[in-house]
């Protein structure tokens, strides 16, 4: 059974600065999807990033990027300029490939954007 | 967009009774999922459903049952809620195929069983 690890609970940031969200995995799969989903509070779960693990280029949507080490089995999540919008809770997650796998969920780690 | 809705967002129940969270997903999506989400435990998955009248057991689904009779609107039920079941429940949605394993996710149900 895979697994995903997000060992920080809480984290903080200044408004602007640049925030790097940790995450691990463990699988003994070699195809595989990664994810990350964002949930601000009160307010619905969104998908953030989502990286495919044969690919060797990181993942980037705008202010979101990913540093992605399959043979360590890491998948952080870079948030840069971070915005009083980005405080949210951030779930990393994990999918086989194959049709219609389940997602994995970390516990999540909650990130305050101070202004 | 898609639209994932769930039927309530607060909910309290007395012990014993039988409690019905309903989901519906406007995206003619075939897979659906209900969540719980608890506090340092994540997400964890309930059930799923594949296809209409199809379901399989997720990682927690002692305590639950769940329904799918119509493409989209799939429901978890509580046969006996317990105040073990106080949580947050979460469904989704995706639809299937290697190109697309984005799911969607309602606003979530405060369940609060007394």
């Known amino acids: 059974a895979q697994t995903v690890t997000q060992s920080q609970p809480e984290m903080s940031v200044q408004e602007a600065e640049t925030v790097t969200l940790s995450c691990t995995y463990d699988?003994?799969?070699?195809?595989?999807?990664l994810f990350w989903y964002k949930q601000p509070p009160s307010r619905q779960m969104i998908l953030v990033i989502r990286?495919?693990?044969?690919?060797?280029q990181n993942a980037t949507e705008n202010r979101f990027s990913v540093n992605f080490q399959k043979a360590a089995k890491s998948f952080s999540l870079k948030i840069s300029d971070s915005q009083l919008g980005d405080t949210a809770m951030y779930f990393c997650?994990?999918?086989?490939?194959?049709?219609?796998?389940?997602?994995?969920f970390g516990k999540g780690i909650t990130l305050s954007v101070r202004p | 967009d898609v639209k994932v809705t769930q039927s309530s967002r607060y909910l309290v129940k007395r012990t014993g009774e039988k409690v019905f969270l309903e989901c519906v997903q406007d995206?003619?999506?075939?897979?659906m999922f209900w969540y719980r989400q608890d506090p340092g435990l994540g997400l964890r998955l309930i059930y799923f459903?594949?296809?209409?009248?199809?379901?399989e057991k997720g990682d927690i689904p002692e305590g639950y049952s769940v329904s799918r009779e119509k493409k989209e609107r799939f429901s978890l039920i509580l046969e006996s809620a317990s105040t073990n079941q106080t949580s947050m429940y979460l469904c989704?949605?995706?639809?299937?195929?290697?190109?697309?394993?984005?799911?969607?996710f309602g606003p979530g149900t405060r369940l609060t069983v007394t």
């Open positions: 989704a949605s995706s639809a299937p195929g290697l190109a697309n394993y984005e799911q969607y």
């Open positions: 699988t003994s799969e070699n195809n595989y999807y």
């Open positions: 990286q495919e693990a044969y690919k060797q």
């Open positions: 997650a994990f999918m086989s490939a194959g049709a219609n796998s389940k997602l994995t």
């Open positions: 995206m003619d999506h075939e897979n």
């Open positions: 459903s594949y296809d209409v009248k199809m379901k």
